[in-house]
């Protein structure tokens, strides 16, 4: 993933230099690496042999060789389990382990994917880990851009953006990585899946190895036609739910943005949509865009209280179809 090789080289500088902080906050946009990121910086921390003038482990070593087989005892992740939230027994744990003492290496890593998704009590007892570091603890924090952690979880570590790949690179690593499945795809699924995912390519790679193409275009057909006023609500929403709410929260908040850029003269992510969506910026002020936004963000803010997900794909079908003019809506 060349796109990393700045992140890379932040992180070894600072190491080389002994000013690795004890809490790196590492966000970027969804499927551009940040957890492979963070699971090359462990490596490369654990690693009795490092290679020099880069962020690699040798590979060989005792503490590499448990890492390849998962039963590394000072590096530990954390990440939302059957709730959408990490929880404040698991941020209880990380404490617990945080003041141990290395077992094998010389330093712990523990890795919090993601940051953004702790619930309050979670994010206040990582606060007091935070403000009490251990010498010999590295924490390092994913975060989604876009997803807002608090401020004082975000004071007390160091920011390392990873960017988005330039269009080429993106295109490029995704056709290496697809050559070594084995299976094919053509040219306009790939393009497909780069534009929908925003140009991040481990994203756009889930896309293609999933179902989420094929699922996507039928709640865009639906989509359209009930903003046609073809069908019901309850029809359209149905091949939300095959979705899923995390997939639909994710694939509307894409149509929104694109419906404030494309209101502010800008061209949408999503080809597919765009025509729909231009005609809606076309009979819509602007700040309708933001406040379809402002429903999503709700809509996932309940998601974490297991809200229904059909019902939220209503309440947001019907939010979108109020953006239609008057004469265009009907009853149903």
């Known amino acids: 993933m060349p796109w990393l090789d700045a992140a890379r080289a932040s992180v070894h500088g600072r190491f080389t230099a002994s000013q690795l902080p004890h809490a790196l906050l590492i966000a970027g946009e ?38 390849a087989g998962e039963s590394h005892p000072d590096v530990r992740v954390y990440a939302p389990e059957k709730s959408r939230m990490i929880k404040v027994d698991q941020i209880r744990a990380l404490s617990g382990f945080a003041v141990a003492s290395p077992q094998v290496a010389r330093r712990k890593l523990i890795i919090v994917d993601r940051a953004d998704q702790l619930n309050i009590n979670a994010a206040n007892a990582l606060l007091k880990t935070l ?28 920011r390392l953006l990873i960017p988005t790949p330039s269009t080429d690179i993106a295109q490029q690593w995704l056709q290496g990585k697809l050559a070594d499945t084995g299976v094919e ?25 999933g179902d989420f193409l094929s699922l ?74 933001h406040q379809l936004r402002d429903a999503i963000h709700e809509a996932r803010s309940a998601s974490i209280y297991n809200a229904n997900p059909e019902l939220e794909a209503q309440r947001l079908l019907i939010q979108w179809r109020s953006l239609m003019p008057v004469r265009k809506r009907r009853a149903g």
Do not use: H
């Open 30 to 67: 969804k499927g551009v690496g940040k957890r492979a990121f963070a699971e090359e910086v462990s490596s490369f921390l654990v690693c009795d042999q490092p290679v020099d003038q880069a962020l690699v482990a040798c590979g060989k070593c005792k503490q590499c060789e448990l890492l």
């Open 131 to 158: 403000e009490e570091p251990s010498a010999d603890v590295v924490l390092l924090l994913l975060q989604e851009t876009g997803r807002p952690i608090l401020p004082t979880l975000m004071s007390r570590c160091q």
């Open 185 to 209: 795809y053509g040219d306009e699924l790939q393009r497909q899946a780069l534009e929908l995912a925003g140009f991040a390519p481990r994203l756009a790679f889930d896309y293609l190895a």
């Open 216 to 289: 996507r275009a039928d709640a865009l057909k639906a989509f359209r036609r009930y903003m046609k006023s073809e069908i019901p609500v309850s029809e359209a929403s149905r091949p939300f739910k095959a979705l899923g709410l995390e997939a639909t929260l994710w694939l509307m908040e894409v149509w929104a943005a694109d419906l404030a850029r494309t209101s502010a003269g800008g061209t949408p992510r999503d080809s597919d949509a765009a025509e729909m969506l231009s005609f809606l910026a076309s009979v819509n002020p602007a700040f309708r865009a």
